[in-house]
């Protein structure tokens, strides 16, 4: 027989899988939590008992898929020596990463609304940032890149790479003319991956030494 610890512990990840897989579906306002709780099969009270709010499961469900993220960024860099080629790894295990819809739901667009900007910020930093940050540091150490302040570059990029990974998970849509003659939006998802770390990759090349 499971101990107390050992239920409260099945209950709160119970409720942390059903509020993933109705925040991703539904958006943060489109979620009731006495409706997660019921689809868990416990009561709403318990519900408030591990998270005190909707907005704190939220919380934790964003943590936590930022935490898969970033588990997917470093699995990828730890796949290759050389650091240069860990970056890129890395880069593209988050984009491929947060171009799922329900990554790119949670994390990336109700996450910074619902939380607010320095808080989601904070959880960014402390997870996949992070390890872009590292990675910066260990190439301007080994002069694989130029020598520069790595926080900036580091909010640069993070940036830029949100900002793809949003517009990989978006549906697929007309094709610009110079998109068309390149990797059109009604590609496949790898192939807009693909031309994504392509354009990526010429926004690295200028950051090494001539």
Same mark, same amino acid.
């Given at each position: ?29 489109? +979620?009731?939590?006495?409706?997660i709780a019921r689809a ?32 997917? +960024? ?20 988050f984009l491929a990463a ?113």
């Amino acid at each position: 027989m499971a101990s107390r610890a050992e239920q409260r512990a099945e209950t709160r990840r119970a409720l942390l899988l059903e509020g993933r897989r109705q925040f991703a579906r539904d958006g943060y306002h489109g +979620v009731v939590l006495e409706e997660i709780a019921r689809a868990t099969g416990v009561t709403k009270g318990a519900a408030y008992h591990h998270f005190g709010s909707k907005a704190g499961l939220f919380r934790a469900v964003v943590a936590e898929a930022q935490q898969e993220v970033a588990g997917r +960024v470093a699995g990828a860099a730890e796949g290759h020596d050389d650091p240069w080629e860990q970056l890129l790894a890395g880069c593209r295990a988050f984009l491929a990463a947060g171009s799922d819809p329900e990554i790119q739901r949670i994390t990336l667009v109700d996450g910074p609304t619902v939380l607010g900007w320095n808080e989601w910020r904070a959880m960014d930093e402390a997870s996949s940032a992070r390890h872009l940050s590292e990675a910066l540091e260990a190439l301007i150490a080994t002069g694989a890149i130029v020598p520069q302040p790595v926080e900036p570059l580091t909010r640069l990029l993070s940036g830029a790479m949100n900002e793809a990974a949003v517009w990989l998970a978006r549906p697929s849509a007309t094709a610009t003319a110079t998109a068309a003659a390149t990797a059109p939006d009604d590609a496949s998802g790898e192939t807009r991956l693909d031309a994504t770390m392509a354009a990526l990759r010429l926004l690295l090349d200028g950051l090494r030494p001539r």
